[in-house]
């Protein structure tokens, strides 16, 4: 075959075909990452069902302006994530699946918003990749499958930084007209947008997108363009997306202001009253794990992008802008008093961009060192799988399962590293490298295919299993009390399921109780004056007990012969 040959038989077949294939494959990387088996396991942590419930009461009551838990106002969150949730409860109905629905939604959204940022700052080739790297990251897909908050503020303000940098004049090109016009749907999108994230955590978003640009325009020069976001229309798109719910709120509930913004937004941040105190270097190891099966590439790409850029002494607004983003989300966190992982979500997206444009360039011009690397970190993850998979009968059998399972999921991430690294190291021609490289994601894919299998070793138990074991035993949810010690995600999570706040037992021996306990069982009580019965349970919530306490029966209570009965 000719070259020529070969060039007509690119035009003609090989570009349709890899187009239609790159479409087949990227749409099923965002449905398998985003949406499958998002009721595949029941709600998880103090979080999930606190928000459901919050959700669920507002579809019900009709109240969409105070959110409310147990029937009383609950200022922690704004209702972006309720009315979401609450709007998918009254489409759907309810259930974990469209409780989180809401997350994953907003993952797409930012997706497909970075992956046109990608497009119009660099090239096809890199929004492709990145419409692979971003959802197969841990930190979406675990975040895009919480019925919480962090993600629909993460994907919010994501796409409004995505009209930041439209702004900001970081997508001109060649083609763009020399006389520019004032972009009016891009102002209004930035100031919904951001508006948007305002609803979903709170004022924190001004700061995250101010800080971003700030920080941008210092190391660019470029003020002028940075004051473009504070033109009145996208000041006024802000103001009619955000202000109205929080002025019906504060005048519907004297306490809002003082509980949302001090106690939640500032005392959160500045002080360590609800208990997140983490040391400084906390978000390191959080980011790495929320960027696998992909952390050796971010490295490798961190450590090449820096020596180059101190060889080049020079560095692009659009990569400034990059860093400056993720940078900044990650320094303003590093300095709260209150800590948690998913504060840092709003990180991933800028860094997972960078991660793929370097992979796009860095690694096709260094080949050698990037497998290299990759080699490594697949060899890391192998060995710790290997120590994981060692049998400790020292550990319960929750504990054995999901250790086999986090070992199971290491050897996936092998896996993907392997074949994502065999595709640079081993061709230079551009198609068959592409070719081998859209084989990194299938382990991912197919993890998901077994994910019901994997979901009974990772997650033993749930609140949902136990409560529909209570259920099931005709257990009254308003005699279904509490022993002390139980953790308050599966107390919530029982709140949620039997419709009512299950409060602690008070050990009163004159009353009709089932005690739901993790370490007592009847044979215990009874040893403490109790009359009880064990409820049997089934398999998925063995570690967990029941016990039916009855009040005992007196002697003087008794009927004495010849009296009536």
Known sequence: MTELTIQVAEKTWFKPAARIGWAILIAATLYVCYFSHLGAIGFVGPDEPRYAWVAREMAETGDWVSPRLYGKPWFEKPPLFYWGAALCFKLFGVSEATARLPSAISALLATLALAWLALRLYDAETARWLLLLLPTTVGMIGFSHAAATDMPFSGMLTIAMVAAAVLLGLTRNENTPIIPRTPWLVLVLFGFFLGLAVLAKGPAAIILCGGSVFFWALFTKRWRDAFRLLHPVAVAAFCFTALPWYVLCARRNPDFLRVFIIEHNFKRYLTPEFQHVQPFWFYLPVLLLALLPWTGAAIWTTVVGSARVVKNKS???????????????????????????????????????????????????????????????????????????????????????????????????????????????????????????????????????????????????????????????????????????????????????????????????????????????????????????????????????????????????????????
């Open 315 to 565: 560095l692009s607004p659009q990569t400034s802008f990059l860093l400056s983003w993720s940078l900044f989300v990650l320094l303003f966190f590093t300095l709260s008093q209150s800590k948690l992982p998913a504060y840092i979500l709003a990180a991933v997206p800028a860094l997972a961009l960078l991660l793929t444009r370097g992979c796009a360039t860095l690694a096709v011009e260094h080949r050698k060192s990037f497998g290299a690397s990759i080699a490594a970190f697949g060899l890391l993850c192998f060995g710790i799988s290997e120590f994981a998979a060692r049998p400790n009968l020292a550990l319960n059998l929750a504990s054995q399962s999901l250790q086999l399972g986090a070992s199971f999921l290491l050897i996936i991430i092998v896996l993907a590293n392997v074949l994502f690294g065999a595709g640079f190291f081993c061709t230079p021609i551009r198609w068959v490298r592409n070719l081998m490289l859209s084989l990194c994601v299938f382990p991912i894919l197919f993890t998901f295919l077994i994910a019901d299998e994997l979901v009974s070793g990772l997650v033993p138990l749930s609140a949902r299993d136990l409560a529909s074991q209570l259920l099931a035993q005709h257990v009254p949810p308003e005699q279904a009390f509490i022993y002390h010690g139980m953790s308050r995600g599966i107390r919530y999570g029982l709140n949620f399921y039997l419709r009512r706040e299950v409060p602690d037992w008070d050990q009163n021996p004159a009353t009709e109780a089932y005690v739901v306990s993790g370490s007592v069982r009847c044979s215990q009580l009874e040893k403490q004056g109790f009359q009880c019965k064990d409820v049997p349970l089934g398999s998925s919530t063995w570690s967990w007990f029941v016990s039916h306490v009855t009040p005992k029966v007196s002697a003087d209570s008794l009927p004495r012969s010849g009296q009536p009965q």
